[in-house]
């Protein structure tokens, strides 16, 4: 059994496309996954398959998700290589400690050297980034809610993402075992 980590995209946020955890948990053990776990109500869950794609994974939950809820959720599927990978390539070691001013965006796909140009030129506040693969690390001094690039950021890479604190990214790779 291979571990993985679901990361989905615009649930549980500002009381929209509400979707219980118990029930997202259900979910995945209905669809055959074992070992499921979920954290925190954002929408993220851990589980073990005897699939290997994690493209494959993707799109199979994505299918059977909008069927089930009848709306559309990006989710992105991680093996336990990638996770640990994730951890290991942090570009702000001496910020880690700092849980909620790290944050990472995990990216559908590697952004070109334009795509990163482009958000380099918006970044003129406190906030320093890094893209490493399908990663973005995020430096939020003041905290992501209070910046103005965290806000910019999505439009201005026009790559789609899910962000998630440093505290998430540790507290995901513990659980798949990363």
Known sequence: MNGFVALFSGINVGGN?????AELR?????????????????????FRSTHTDAIALTNMLQDAFERRWGFHSRIMVRDAAWFARLVADN???????????LHAMTLEREPTPEEVARLAEKCTGPERFEVKGDVLYLHAP???????????????????????NWRSVLALAALIGA
């Open 26 to 46: 259900d979910f995945f053990e209905q669809l055959g996954f074992a070992d499921v776990a979920s954290y925190v109500q954002s929408g993220n869950v851990v």
């Open 91 to 101: 570009p702000y070691p001496e910020i880690a400690e700092d849980t909620t001013r």
């Open 17 to 21: 496309r509400i979707v219980k955890m």
């Open 142 to 164: 003041d905290g992501l809610g209070k910046s103005k690039f965290a806000e910019i950021l999505p439009r201005t890479l026009k790559v789609p993402g899910t962000m998630r």
